[in-house]
Every structure is written in C-alpha cells, then in structure tokens.
C-alpha cells in the first residue's frame, strides 16, 4: 500500500488525455480487470471468473470498434500504461444504429446463445431509460482492478465534468453498483431512474452541465 504522500504524488504524476486508437486493445483489457465483478457482468456472463473475463473483453473489444467511443479520455501513468479509462459517446451517438447493430451481431454470436441473449436483455432495459434529451453518455468508466480506491476515477470525473461544464451539456449514465451511485452524486450525478437488469437493480443517473 502506497502511504499518502506517496500515493498523491503518483496521482499527480497521472497523464489525463484523449485515447489513441493504438491504445483499445490496452483499454479492453483495463475494462476487463477492473468490471470483472459488476453484478451485472456475472449475471451476463456467469461465475467462472476466467470465462466471464474473456467473453468481457470480447464485448468490449467489438463496443469500441463498433460504437462512437473516439471522445474517450485515459489515464496513463509515469510509465505510459493505461490505468484509467472514461469511455463517452456524443449526443445522439447512444443507441447504435443498423450499421453498428450488425457489427456487434457476430461478436453476440461468439458469446454462445445464453450469454447473447442475456446482453440483448440487459442492452434492451437500458436502452428504454436513455434519456431523448441532448447528452453526453458517460461510459464505460473503469480503473484497473489493482489500482481501484487510488483516486483514479476521482481525476477521470473531474476532467470529463470540467468538459462537459465548458460546453454546457448534459450528462448520463448507468450503473449496477449502490457504491458507484454515491461516487457519481460526488460529481452532480443525480438518480433519475432505477430499473431491474437480468435479476440486478441498475441506477439511471443524469447530470445538468453548468449553464
């Protein structure tokens, strides 16, 4: 465990910025590690921590090739690895369009017909909560897995709402875990909506950008 000096001055030596395409591969695999226990993901995926990792990373990898995730901000650390990372579509980029829906359908495939039709589920309740009003989607938000209580989502937050406050917008997003709803309220989320997700309560959560 890093002492608090120690750990402030790591976090200060955190690069925030915008993700390179080069980089998705990287950023998967933080996504993979740092949601691996979501309640939503277990339910999706099951129990077997390895599998459910896997068919994670297959998601996540086709999300980021498929759908508008070019806005998506990391954080790098003194070494240059990808320790963070703050995914955000543009207005009007949430719900996926035919084009995109066909991309994902071979990778749904792959997940085998149980865990394909869990997602089509869960992706379908949380497409009936987005909101119509113009914003910003925030997520995936995650920290790798061993790094998770450091401040790292804490740096993310504060550079996505600074972004959204410059250009006056809007903000939502999802979430399956009560801790998280107290980290984004932390930020000016607030719960709009509750809804349950493949036997898992989901938080709707939307933030007024700064007029």
Known sequence: MRGITEQRGWLDGLEIGPLDPSGI??????????MLDNPVHVAAFGED???RQQRLRVLMSA???ARDLSHAIVARDEEGAIVGVCGMMSPGGCRPNLSQQLLLLP???RLGPRPAARVMSWLGVWGEH???ERHWHLGPLAVDAHLQGMGVGGRLMQVFCAQMDAARDDAYLETDK?????????????????????GVKNY???RTGVR
């Open 204 to 206: 709707f959560m939307h």
């Open 178 to 198: 009560p801790i998280n709803v107290r980290f984004y309220e932390r930020f000016g989320f607030r719960v709009v909506g509750e809804d349950n997700v493949l």
């Open 49 to 51: 921590q390895e599998a």
């Open 107 to 109: 990778t749904l495939l």
């Open 25 to 34: 591969e990287e950023v998967v695999g933080v996504l993979a590690r740092g």
């Open 63 to 65: 999300a980021f090739r």
């Open 130 to 132: 987005d909101p119509e």
